[in-house]
C-alpha cells in the first residue's frame, strides 16, 4: 500500500486548506486512515483518524470543530477540512493507514505535505 499526500501550501490565518491522501496498492475500505503532522523541532502528533467506513471519527482537542476528516471510498482517497487556521497548526502533514480502530498502530505512511499558516 502506499499513500500520496497533496494539498499543502501556504495560507494566512483564518484561511482554509484541504488535504488528500491517495491509496494504491488496494485494500483501502478495509481500514482506518490517520492525518499526523510534525512541526519543526516538535514530535509528530495525531490530528484526526476515521474509520474503514467513514462512520466514526476522532480528532485531537487542538483541531476539534477546525477540521474535519472524510474519505471516499470509491476513490480511495482520504480527506482533511482545515479551517480557521491558525499560525500553530504550521507544520508537515502526514497521512497514516491502519488496519484495526482499536489499535493506534499505523502501518502505511504518506510522505507529508507542508502547511504554513502565516499570521
Known amino acids: 500500500v502506499q499513500l500520496q499526500a497533496s494539498g499543502g501550501g501556504l495560507v494566512q490565518a483564518g484561511g482554509s486548506l484541504r488535504l488528500s491522501c491517495r491509496a494504491s496498492g488496494g485494500g483501502f475500505s478495509t481500514y482506518k486512515m490517520g492525518w499526523f503532522r510534525q512541526a519543526p523541532g516538535e514530535e509528530r502528533e495525531f490530528v484526526a483518524s476515521?474509520?474503514?467506513?467513514?462512520?466514526?471519527?476522532n480528532y485531537a482537542d487542538s483541531v476539534k470543530d477546525r477540521f474535519t476528516i472524510s474519505r471516499d471510498n470509491s476513490k480511495n482517497t482520504a480527506f482533511l477540512h482545515l479551517n480557521s487556521l491558525k499560525p500553530e497548526d504550521t507544520a508537515v502533514y502526514y497521512c497514516?493507514?491502519?488496519?484495526?480502530?482499536?489499535?493506534?498502530?499505523?502501518?502505511?505512511w504518506g510522505q507529508g505535505t507542508q502547511v504554513t499558516v502565516s499570521s
Open positions: 497514516a493507514g491502519g488496519r484495526s480502530w482499536y489499535s493506534e498502530e499505523y502501518a502505511y
Open positions: 476515521i474509520n474503514w467506513s467513514g462512520g466514526s471519527t
